[in-house]
């Protein structure tokens, strides 16, 4: 009866240690996992900060002038184009004979 009561002790005491030792890996690995996801947020963070810089940069009143003038043809809009009445426009409208619309290449062919 004794070496029942003995064998059975051995056996819950490897219990005990495969249990604590078990616990303890799978604490290493969540401290693991979480060390490697508060890596990640700094990474993001630091992506963050560097494309909000970048954006301020780009964004710029003077650099999207600059570009502006370099790219599109825009010119002052003359007094003579500017109806000052919205009834007057039927008349351009008349004048240019009537509204054109925009056709596909594929529809001319």
């Known amino acids: 009866m004794k070496g029942y009561i ?3 002790s051995v056996f819950a005491g490897l219990s ?6 078990e616990i303890e890996r799978r ?3 969540a401290d693991s996992h979480a060390r490697e996801i508060e890596r990640r947020i700094e990474n993001a963070r630091r992506e963050i900060h560097v494309l909000e ?5 780009q964004t710029r009143p003077s650099r999207i002038e600059d570009l502006a003038a370099r790219h ?7 007094a003579e184009r500017i109806l000052a009445d919205p009834a007057a426009l039927q008349t351009v409208i008349d004048r ?8 596909s290449t594929e529809a001319l062919k």
Do not use: N, Q
């Not at 005990?16 to 030792?21: E, S």
């Not at 810089?53 to 940069?57: K, L, N, Q, T, V």
């Not at 599109?72 to 003359?78: N, R």
């Open 96 to 103: 240019m004979g009537g509204i054109v619309e925009a056709r």
């Open 16 to 21: 005990v240690v495969g249990g604590v030792y």
């Open 27 to 29: 604490h290493d690995a």
């Open 53 to 57: 810089a970048e954006w301020s940069y």
């Open 72 to 78: 599109l043809p825009l010119k002052p809009t003359a």
């Open 6 to 8: 003995a064998i059975a």
